[in-house]
């Protein structure tokens, strides 16, 4: 299979194209060209090894740096006729969304719309639209309901928004032209390699540098977490037997309050509760998330294989033992080694 994936040097993204070069029954006959902007959030390094000579995958692999609401751009990719398009590209963060909306609209709606576009026009077989469960709102943390695939959406904040919107293009392009369209929508992921912004890398480092712990408001607000290999493994299945105009709902069922999971941190890296630190919530700010994966493991026969607590010891030990990775990230110093390698061309 041949696979254009946007977005691969994200967190899920380079995740998923290691899976698929590396451990999926795949790795055998799969190449993938991963078209990334390369924002802040794009690390090609966690990739880097795939791209060296003698390495699994390494002549299966390409990188192309660009925008995917470049339509010139992508129809150029498209023409190297791929048998699946696999989008992670997003702008993915609440906070930054909350502050200015322009870049989620550009990326998450016009970008799906270009690339959905492009994939028709190319006649490519299969078209994975990855999305979250936010585009769902919020639940009561009071009531056991879940969100299931039929779930109306209601996006409260403009990351969730855009989301949602690109969703719609998509079923839009499966229902109006055909395109052989799948979306999924996880709840939240953990693992090596997140991005420090995110809340369980954040939770994680601060711990282990005896800082303290940001808790928006009274700390319980509900995620579902899922960990990334288990939602690689989901993403395959639903690629590979998933069956077009579906969505799948992605989950661990692994309800956690925020404020139980940075506890539970504390408790793993040996720091006191005393760092746990109270702050202003932001707005519009989402009680709960559940997922309702049934759907998906009836259909495809799915299911998570980590579970929550062994994962999370295991993202403790990984950023404790790859320090010098996220102090590249968090000092920025990847910004500018990134810099220093364009201008070298």
């Known amino acids: 299979m041949k696979l254009l994936v946007t977005g691969g040097c994200g967190f899920i993204g380079a995740h998923f194209i290691r899976h698929v070069l590396t451990k999926s029954p795949l790795r055998r006959t799969a190449s993938i060209v991963n078209l990334d902007l390369l924002t802040y959030a794009g690390d ?19 990188l192309v740096r660009g925008d995917i609401a470049d339509a010139a751009l992508v129809d150029r990719l498209m023409s190297e006729r791929f048998e699946a398009v696999v989008n992670f590209a997003a702008e ?36 994975l639209q990855v999305s979250t469960d936010e585009v769902y709102g919020s639940l009561d943390l009071d009531v056991k309901a879940r969100f299931t695939e039929q779930t109306p959406l209601a996006p409260n904040s403009p990351y969730a928004a855009s989301k949602a919107a690109g969703d719609l293009l998509a079923r839009a392009a499966f229902v109006t032209h055909g395109t052989p369209v799948l979306i999924t929508r996880c709840s939240n992921n953990y693992g090596p390699y997140q991005f420090p912004e995110k809340f369980l890398p954040q939770m994680i480092l601060n711990a282990l540098e005896g800082k303290p712990l940001p808790i928006y408001g009274d700390g319980l607000y509900v995620r579902d977490w899922v960990h990334v290999e288990d939602h690689c493994t989901a993403l395959e299945a639903v690629l590979t037997k998933g069956t077009p105009g579906a969505v799948y709902n992605i ?47 009836q259909s495809l026969g799915w299911k998570p294989a980590w579970d929550f607590n062994e994962g999370l010891k295991a993202a403790v030990t990984w950023y404790r033992e790859n320090e010098a990775w996220w102090r ?16 070298r061309g």
């Not at 880097?48 to 002549?59: F, K, T």
């Not at 906070?95 to 990326?107: C, H, L, N, Q």
């Not at 005393?274 to 759907?295: C, E, K, M, N, W």
């Open 251 to 297: 989950g661990g069922d692994s309800e956690r309050a925020n404020l139980d999971v940075a506890k539970q941190v504390l408790r793993l890296t040996g720091r006191p509760d005393s760092l746990l630190a109270r702050v202003p919530d932001r707005p519009a700010h989402d009680r709960r998330y559940a997922i309702d994966a049934g759907f998906l493991k």
């Open 44 to 62: 090609p390094g966690s990739l880097g090894d795939l791209a060296q000579e003698g390495e699994a995958g390494a002549s299966r692999y390409r």
């Open 92 to 127: 993915s963060h609440v906070d930054r969304s909350i502050e200015g909306a322009a870049p989620f609209v550009r990326t998450n709606v016009a970008g799906v719309q270009v690339l959905l576009d492009a994939a028709r026009r190319a006649g490519v077989g299969r078209f």
């Open 328 to 343: 590249r990230i968090v000092s920025g110093d990847y910004l500018v080694d990134r810099a220093e390698a364009r201008a």
